[in-house]
């Protein structure tokens, strides 16, 4: 509509203008995230993008869309900096081998911009900094989570023909007297969203008792460098910490498939850290051979 030259206004009303229910559980919600993504794909890759809009699209319209279209894509680049911090820890090297005045600068105006960014947030929203801190935690599990899967959905139907197929996600019914009304919410189903999230969490929790063991027993243990990627790798189990929980349910049950899953990875990853740093002494008896 706004390519064919209408005009829209911004109305909030005293009253909800719309009311309606949505997903409690973790995994409708991670599905309800994928298929909005999915669609912001599909535009993307349509005749609807923003980039080829007529002349009747003003600039900032278009810039509003090419972002709703191009977020999805930004999930890459989160999930490579959520697995440094990891690969940081497990290689003893720190993400920055030099820090010079130049770059702490540019650090510094980042953070101040980033603070300054989160302060208008939550001003002109209005919500308060709980809900506020809440909302970036999702943004990482969505993230690394449903924004991947539905890139690759689009590429498929683009480059293959692939037809995306959606799964409707349930939504919370209206209780009953003396039923819970948070009872959708521990209930625990599995999907293939989840995998990505379980990986990032075991490899930054594996990379930090790795990290902490080598800088222990080392002669010559360097503390600082030891806090700095432990500090990075904490900061991306603090986003994770609601998807953990939500893996839990109801009464702490864990379904098996994520035991399965976190112990699989932790053994292929204590695999190739023994086989890629033996310890000394045993590099002549301790060799793998891998077809």
């Not at 953070?111 to 300054?116: P, V």
């Not at 498929?156 to 939504?171: C, E, N, R």
Request: aromatic share 16%; proline share 5%; with cysteine.
């Amino acid at each position: 509509m706004h390519n064919r030259g209408w005009r829209s206004v911004y109305c909030v009303t005293k009253r909800d203008a719309f009311r309606g229910t949505a997903p409690i559980n973790l995994t409708d919600r991670l599905h309800q995230v994928l298929r909005w993504a999915t669609g912001s794909v599909e535009i993307f890759f349509s005749r609807n993008n923003a980039l080829f809009a007529t002349r009747r699209m003003k600039f900032l319209q278009r810039v509003a869309y090419f972002n709703v279209g191009m977020y999805p894509f930004t999930s890459m680049f989160l999930i490579v900096y959520c697995i440094l911090p990891a690969i940081s820890l497990f290689s003893g090297q720190f993400i920055v081998q030099a820090l010079s005045v130049t770059f702490l600068i540019f650090l510094l105006a980042i953070t101040i911009t980033l603070c300054l960014l989160a302060i208008l947030e939550i001003k002109w929203s209005g919500i308060t900094l709980h809900d506020w801190w809440r909302n970036e935690q999702f943004w990482l599990i969505g993230g690394t989570s449903a924004h991947p899967a539905a890139v690759l959905q689009g590429l498929l139907k683009v480059i293959a023909g692939v037809d995306i197929s959606f799964t409707l996600t349930s939504k919370s019914a209206t209780p009953e007297d003396g039923d819970d009304e948070f009872a959708d919410l521990y209930v625990v189903k599995w999907s293939f969203l989840m995998v990505p999230p379980i990986t990032i969490m075991m490899l930054n929790s594996i990379a930090i008792a790795v990290a902490v063991a080598r800088t222990m027993y080392s002669p010559f243990p360097e503390w600082s460098k030891l806090l700095g990627g432990v500090f990075f790798s904490f900061w991306v189990l603090c986003h994770l910490y609601p998807f953990a929980k939500g893996l839990m349910g109801r009464r702490g049950k864990v379904p098996t498939i994520v035991f399965v899953w976190s112990g699989l990875l932790s053994i292929i990853v204590s695999l190739l850290w023994v086989y890629i740093s033996p310890p000394s002494g045993s590099k002549d008896y301790m060799k793998f051979q891998f077809p």
